[in-house]
C-alpha cells in the first residue's frame, strides 16, 4: 500500500473520558472486530486495566476502510491513560501524525486532558478534538466547545461530536482522520530506523516489540541492532495486530506493527529505542529517547518470611513483561528479607503490589514509598538516595535535593481557596492560575513528589469534596531543609519505620506514628518506651505499659483444659509476633501503619 | 500410678444465678434432684475402684440449696466411698441456707469443711454480682457453725468489680477477716462469655487497678498471718485445702456430676454439661489420653499457681527426667521469672499475676 494511504493516530483523554469506548466503535466501525466478538474496551487486555478503566500495557491496531474509492490504513495506538507512565505515553505518540482528544460533554476539560494534550503537542501532532458521551442528559456541549476554544484555541468546526455509546459521530471522526491526519512522512533518510514505543514478553515468543517503521523497511529474518541497549537479534516474526494477530514478511516506512526476534531479555528492549539493521545501520537514532527512571521507592517485604522466594519469582515474572520495574534484595531487621522495589509512580507501584497478591497470592508489606533525593557529600561527591535507611549522617551532607513536580489542579472555582491552602500545606510554591472558563480554574503549583507521595491525593479529594482533577510532570530538583526520621522501640531503631521528611513535618509525622504504634502494640512484659527522634532529639514519645495481668483468677481441676487451650493461644499468637530487640511486635502491626499512612 | 485419693461431686442447684458465674448450674427445681443423685450413683458405681478417700469435696452450683430429705439421699449416694480417717470433706454452702438442722446433719454426716461464698458486703458489688449478703447476718451464722463444730471454714472473696476501688476492697477484706475463717479464697472477676456480665460486655478494669488490689490482698492477708499459697488462695497454717492441692499437684482424682471433669488411670475427662444428656445417663463428653510430654506440661501449668512451686526431686521421681532437661528453666531463672531455691522452682512472686507469660515460654 502506498504511504501516502497510512494514518497513524492515538487517543488521549482524562480518566474515565470515554477513550476505551471510542476507540471499540471505531474498530467496530471499521469491521476490525465483529459485533458479536465485542468484549467491552477491547483494547484493555489486562483484567487490572479493564477493572480500572486504566491502559498499563499498549496495543497498535492496524484497521483497514475505504474512503471515496480508496483503501485506507488506520493505525490506532493506544496510550497509557496516567501520569507516571507520561514517557511511554509521548513514546506512544512519537509513532504517531496526529492524535484524537476525547473531552466528556459532562465533564469538560480536566487535568489529563490537559496534560496529555501538552504531550502530543510536544510531538508536532495534529489534533482532532472530539466531545464525547454528547447522549447523555447533562451533557452540556456549548460549554465544553467554549472551554476548548478557550483554553486550547481550537475553532468550532474543528470540533466533533460524538457519543461512542451510541455510534452517533463516528463516521465523521473516521472521515476526520483520513482528510486532517497527515500521512506519514517519507523520509529521505533510506537506512532502516523503527521507533520501539512498547514492550511486552510472551512465554513462548520472547519479547514482542511494537514498532513504527520511521524510514526503510524491515524485513523477517533481518539482522537488527537496537541502537540504545547496542544488542543484536535475527528477526523471526513480523506482524501487524488487527486486532487479530496477521503475520507478514515486511513492514514498510510509516506502518505499525510487531516484531519478535527471540529475545529473553525485556531490559534490552527499551522503550523509545530504535532498532536498525546491523549491517547497514542507520547513524543517528530517532530523537526523543530517554532511560527509564523510576520515581518512588519501597521495600517489599513478604508477611510470612518463609515466601521470600516466592515473591523473588514474582517480581521476576512481573518484570519480563515491565521493563520500568527494577528491585533488588533488601533486608530488614523489622520485616526480615524483602525487595527495595523502584516504581514509575504511586499507581504503577500499586498495580505491581496489587498483582502479586491478586496473581501470585503473596500477602506483602510495603514500607513508606520514599522519592529519589539527591544528596551532595562534604566530600563532593553527588548521591543519589532511595531509601532512608541510605541516607548518610547530617554531618557529612552539603546539601539534600528533592524532586518536585509542576501540577496541574483544576477545579471549580469555589474551592480555590481549600487548594491553595492544601499546597502550602505540602510546601508547596504558587506559579500561576488560569481559568478554564468563568467557573473553573487549573492551578499551578511546584510541589515536592515526597509530599504527592505521602497523602496529597486524598487529601485533595477531600479538600474539593472529590471535584479537583489532578495532574503532574517532573519539574526538577530542588534544595530542602530535610531530616531522617527514625521510630525507635525500647531504645532501638526499628528500620522500617524511618523516614526522610522535611524538618518542620517531623514533629507532627513522628507524633502521629507513635501515636499509632501505642495503639497497635500490646502491652509486653516490661514498660516499653515508644520513640520518633531525629538525629540524636527525640521529638515525640509514647510508652507501652507493662503487662500487669495475665493469670487465671481460678483454676480447678476442669479448668485445666481450658486452661491449656488459652496458653496455646496465646503462644500461637506470639508466633505472629516480630521481635524487634526485647518487643513483641505483631507482625500485622507494620502492614496497619505504613498502610495508613499515619492518618 | 499413686492410688487415688480424691472425689469431686457436683450438685448443679442454685436458687439464684450470679451474673458472673459460668459453672454448670441450674435454677433448683426439686423434680430433678433425686433422679439427679441416681445417675450421679449410676456414675460412681461405673467408675469408682474402692479406693479410700482423704478429701471429698462436694461443689456446685449450690449443694447447700437442697432440702434436708435431698440432703440424706445424696449421702446415701456418698456412703458408697470408703472413706479415710483423716479425710478433709467439704460442702460448698451459701449463706442463706446455713440453718441449724441442715448443718448439724452434714456435721454428723462427716463434713468437715465448709466453703461459704460471700464474695463481698458492699451493696454496689453485690448489685453487680446478682448476689445477696449481711455482715450481721454472716457474724451470725458463722458463730452457728462454729457452735455446730466446724473447724475449718472458707470464705470467697471477689474483687476488680468494675467501679470498685480499693476503699471498697479494703472494708470487705476488713469485714471478712472480723469472721476469722481458717482459709480465704479471693478471685479476680473473671468476664465469661456465656454470663451475664460476658453477655452485657462488661470490660475488665484495668490491669493496673486489678495488680494493685490484689497486692492489698496479698499485704493485708499477709500480716493476719494467712499463707498466700496459691495464686488465689490464702489459708491459716495447717488449712490448706488438701483437696483443692490434688489439682494443683497434678494428682488423678474422680469428678462425678454434670459438668464435672475427672482424671482417673492417665485420662482427663470432662462430663457434659447438660442436665438433659446427664439425666439420660450419657456421662461423659470427652475423654483424653495424658501423654507423658502432656502431663510433664500440666505439671508446670498447674504446679507453678503455688507459690512453693514446683520440687525438682519429686518432679524427677515422678517423670524419671529432670526438669530443666525438659523445660528452659534456666533461662528464665537468669531473667528472674522463676527462682530456685532449696531444690523448689517457683515463680517470682513479683510476676505471679503474669504467670501465663512465662508458661507460654515453657511449654
Known amino acids: 500500500m502506498n504511504n501516502k494511504n497510512i494514518r497513524n493516530f492515538s487517543i488521549i483523554a482524562h480518566i474515565d473520558h470515554g477513550k476505551s469506548t471510542l476507540a471499540d466503535r471505531i474498530l467496530e466501525y471499521t469491521g476490525a472486530v465483529d459485533k458479536r466478538e465485542m468484549k467491552d474496551q477491547l483494547l484493555d487486555s489486562m483484567d487490572l486495566e479493564r477493572e480500572r478503566g486504566i491502559t498499563i500495557k499498549l496495543n497498535a491496531v492496524k484497521l483497514n476502510t475505504t474512503y471515496e474509492k480508496e483503501e485506507y490504513t488506520l493505525n490506532l495506538i493506544d496510550t497509557p491513560g496516567h501520569v507516571d507512565f507520561s514517557y511511554e505515553v509521548s513514546r506512544s505518540l512519537a509513532a504517531c501524525e496526529g492524535a484524537i482528544l476525547v473531552v466528556d460533554a459532562a465533564q469538560g476539560i480536566e487535568a489529563q486532558t490537559i496534560a496529555n494534550l501538552y504531550l502530543a503537542l510536544e510531538q508536532n501532532l495534529t489534533i482532532i478534538p472530539v466531545i464525547n458521551k454528547i447522549d447523555l442528559p447533562n451533557a452540556n456541549v456549548p460549554k465544553v466547545i467554549s472551554e476548548l476554544k478557550s483554553v486550547f484555541g481550537f475553532k468550532e468546526q474543528e470540533i466533533i461530536l460524538c457519543s461512542a455509546k451510541t455510534g452517533e459521530g463516528i463516521p465523521e471522526l473516521v472521515e476526520a482522520i483520513i482528510k486532517r491526519i497527515p500521512a506519514p512522512e517519507d523520509s529521505k533518510d533510506t537506512k532502516t530506523r523503527a521507533l520501539i514505543f512498547d514492550s511486552k514478553y510472551d512465554a513462548y515468543r520472547g519479547v514482542i516489540a511494537l514498532v513504527k517503521v520511521a524510514s526503510g523497511t524491515l524485513h523477517l529474518k533481518d539482522h537488527i541492532k537496537l541502537m540504545q541497549s547496542n544488542a543484536d537479534f535475527e528477526i523471526v516474526e513480523l506482524g501487524v495486530s488487527t486486532p487479530k494477530e496477521v503475520k507478514k514478511e515486511v513492514l514498510e516506512v510509516g506502518e505499525v506493527g510487531f516484531v519478535c526476534a527471540s529475545i529473553k531479555d525485556i531490559s534490552k528492549v527499551l522503550v523509545g529505542d530504535t532498532i536498525t539493521l546491523f549491517d547497514d545501520p542507520a547513524t543517528e537514532a530517532i530523537k526523543g529517547y530517554k532511560p527509564m527512571r523510576p520515581m518512588v521507592y519501597s521495600g517489599l517485604f513478604p508477611v510470612e518470611p518463609n515466601r521470600f522466594e516466592e515473591l523473588k519469582e514474582a517480581l521476576n515474572k512481573l518484570k519480563l513483561n515491565d521493563a520500568a520495574l527494577s528491585f533488588e534484595v533488601e533486608s530488614s531487621e523489622a520485616l526480615g528479607f524483602g525487595f527495595r522495589t523502584g516504581f514509575l509512580g504511586l499507581l504503577h507501584m500499586d498495580v505491581i503490589m496489587t498483582r502479586i497478591k491478586r496473581e501470585f497470592g503473596i500477602d506483602i508489606i510495603a514500607t513508606h514509598p520514599s522519592v529519589v533525593y539527591e544528596v551532595k557529600l562534604t566530600s563532593g561527591e553527588i548521591m543519589k538516595i532511595d531509601s532512608p535507611n541510605k541516607m548518610p549522617d547530617k554531618g557529612s551532607m552539603e546539601w539534600i535535593k528533592e524532586p518536585f513536580i509542576y501540577t496541574n489542579i483544576i477545579v471549580p472555582s469555589e474551592y480555590i481557596g481549600p487548594v491553595m491552602e492544601l499546597c502550602q500545606n505540602k510546601r508547596g510554591i504558587y506559579k500561576s492560575m488560569e481559568y478554564i472558563d468563568e467557573a473553573r480554574v487549573n492551578i499551578h503549583y511546584n510541589i515536592p513528589l515526597s509530599e504527592i507521595v505521602y497523602d496529597f491525593f486524598d487529601k485533595l479529594k477531600s479538600y474539593t469534596k472529590g471535584y479537583a482533577s489532578f495532574d503532574y510532570e517532573i519539574s526538577g530538583y530542588q534544595e530542602s531543609d530535610l531530616v531522617k526520621m527514625n521510630i525507635l522501640l525500647n531504645g532501638k531503631v526499628v528500620d522500617a519505620l524511618s523516614i526522610i521528611v522535611h524538618k518542620d513535618f517531623a514533629y507532627d509525622r513522628g507524633r502521629k506514628m507513635v501515636n499509632k504504634l501505642k495503639e497497635l502494640i500490646p502491652r509486653q512484659m516490661f514498660e516499653t518506651p515508644i520513640q520518633a527522634s531525629v538525629g540524636s532529639k527525640v521529638i515525640a514519645r509514647e510508652t507501652i505499659r507493662a503487662m500487669r495481668k495475665n493469670v487465671l483468677a481460678k483454676c480447678y481441676g476442669g479448668d485445666i483444659s481450658r486452661k491449656r487451650k488459652l496458653l496455646e493461644r496465646q503462644k500461637e499468637g506470639k508466633k505472629k509476633m516480630k521481635m524487634i530487640g526485647s518487643v513483641e511486635v505483631p507482625s500485622d502491626v507494620f502492614l496497619a501503619v505504613l498502610k495508613e499512612g499515619d492518618e | ?363
Not at chain 2, 441449724?100 to 453485690?126: A, H, M, P
Not at chain 2, 480499693?166 to 472494708?171: C, H, Q, T
Request: hydrophobic share 40%; aromatic share 12%.
Open chain 2, 1 to 363: 500410678m499413686k492410688k487415688i485419693k480424691s472425689v469431686y461431686i457436683h450438685i448443679p442447684f442454685c436458687n439464684s444465678i450470679c451474673s458472673y458465674c459460668d459453672f454448670c448450674k441450674v435454677m433448683y427445681n426439686h423434680d430433678w434432684v433425686l433422679p439427679y443423685l441416681e445417675r450421679l450413683a449410676q456414675e460412681i458405681d461405673n467408675v469408682y475402684m474402692g479406693e479410700a478417700i482423704e478429701t471429698l469435696y462436694i461443689g456446685g452450683g449450690t449443694p447447700s440449696s437442697l432440702s434436708i430429705f435431698e440432703l440424706k439421699a445424696l449421702f446415701e449416694v456418698i456412703a458408697k466411698f470408703k472413706m479415710s480417717d483423716k479425710i478433709e470433706f467439704t460442702f460448698e454452702a451459701n449463706l442463706n441456707d446455713i440453718e441449724e438442722e441442715k448443718f448439724r446433719l452434714l456435721y454428723g454426716l462427716g463434713v468437715n469443711r465448709l466453703s461459704i461464698g460471700i464474695e463481698s458486703f458492699d451493696s454496689e458489688k453485690l448489685d453487680f454480682m446478682k448476689r445477696e449478703s449481711n455482715f450481721k447476718e454472716a457474724k451470725k451464722k458463722i458463730a452457728l457453725l462454729r457452735k455446730i463444730g466446724f473447724k475449718n471454714i472458707n470464705v470467697d472473696l471477689m474483687y476488680a468489680i468494675p467501679g470498685e476501688t480499693i476503699g471498697v476492697l479494703r472494708k470487705d477484706l476488713k469485714k471478712m477477716l472480723k469472721l476469722k475463717p481458717e482459709h480465704i479464697s479471693t478471685y479476680s472477676l473473671i468476664i465469661e462469655k456465656n454470663t451475664l456480665v460476658g453477655l452485657n460486655k462488661i470490660k475488665p478494669i484495668e490491669q493496673e487497678h486489678d495488680l494493685k488490689m490484689y497486692e492489698t490482698i496479698r499485704k493485708i492477708l499477709k500480716k493476719k498471718k494467712y499463707v498466700h499459697y496459691e495464686v488465689s488462695n490464702f489459708a491459716k497454717k495447717g488449712f490448706l485445702s488438701k483437696h483443692n492441692l490434688t489439682y494443683w499437684n497434678n494428682e488423678e482424682y474422680y469428678g462425678f456430676g454434670v459438668g464435672a471433669s475427672g482424671f482417673v488411670e492417665a485420662i482427663r475427662y470432662e462430663n457434659t454439661k447438660s442436665l438433659t444428656e446427664y439425666l439420660k445417663g450419657n456421662f461423659i463428653s470427652s475423654k483424653s489420653l495424658m501423654s507423658k510430654v502432656d502431663n510433664m506440661e500440666n505439671e508446670l501449668i498447674l504446679g507453678f499457681r503455688k507459690l512453693e512451686g514446683i520440687n525438682l526431686e519429686h518432679f524427677f521421681d515422678k517423670f524419671e527426667e529432670n526438669m530443666q532437661n525438659i523445660f528452659p528453666i534456666k533461662p528464665l531463672i537468669k531473667r528472674g521469672d522463676l527462682i530456685y531455691k532449696d531444690g523448689y522452682v517457683y515463680i517470682n512472686p513479683k510476676k505471679l499475676y503474669i504467670m501465663n507469660e512465662i508458661l507460654i515460654k515453657l511449654i
